[in-house]
């Protein structure tokens, strides 16, 4: 039996689609399902919120989401990565790096940026916005991080900075601009699911050839 031929059986029995959890552009998401060999129509987007990244999954409402750096939750497993996201920053139109073509992430320490959001793991934060630039520097995480549209707005009326990745670029407002940080390494990004119960075959054939497919490389 040939690899398609349990995904046709899938169809043909109306396996439902994989709720598949994300944060920002769907792009990112996308990519990894085309790089799987997937149809769009196979993979149900679901957002989720930074602040309660693990609700969605938790409470059984998401199959699989997106994830980058690494995960330490017992409760949860993670595939190997199946894509890189470059770093960026995102800043207010009026913000004097807002004309960079890119930046050192010694000079957003100049900057405040914002602090973990809500039950968001500070490990991983610390990943997303560094205590410390590689020289030292202290960044300051000054501004609470809440819903998107907070962000925006603080963003819009402060010199803050927003250390985050370059696939927000596709979902950024007019009035923000997404610079990118030469001097941190992307991001790497992975799916996290349930340990238990184990998830249906369907949604781990789907695990298997997003890594299968994956450009992290």
Known sequence: ?????????????????????????????????????????EVELVGYEVADPFRGLRAKELDVMIVKYGLREPDLAVSRPVALDPRAVIVGAHHPLATHASVSVEE?????????????????????VPPR?????????????????????????????????QSLEAVAPARMKVVPIFDLPPAP?????LRTPEPATHIMRFIQDAENGSTAR
Request: some cysteine; glycine content about 12%.
């Open 189 to 193: 990004v992975s799916l996290a699911w």
């Open 1 to 41: 039996m040939t690899d398609s031929a349990p995904l046709a059986a899938d169809r043909l029995l109306g396996t439902p689609p994989v709720r598949l959890g994300i944060h920002g552009s769907p792009d990112l998401a996308a990519a990894i399902i085309r790089a799987a060999g997937r149809d769009q129509n």
């Open 108 to 128: 957003l320490a100049a900057y405040e940026g914002f602090r973990c959001p809500g039950a968001f793991p500070e490990y991983v934060w610390d990943e997303v």
């Open 133 to 165: 630039t590689p020289k030292g520097r202290r960044i300051r995480r000054a501004y609470e991080m809440g819903t998107v549209k907070g962000l925006m707005g603080t963003l819009s009326g402060t010199d803050a900075v927003h250390l985050t990745f």
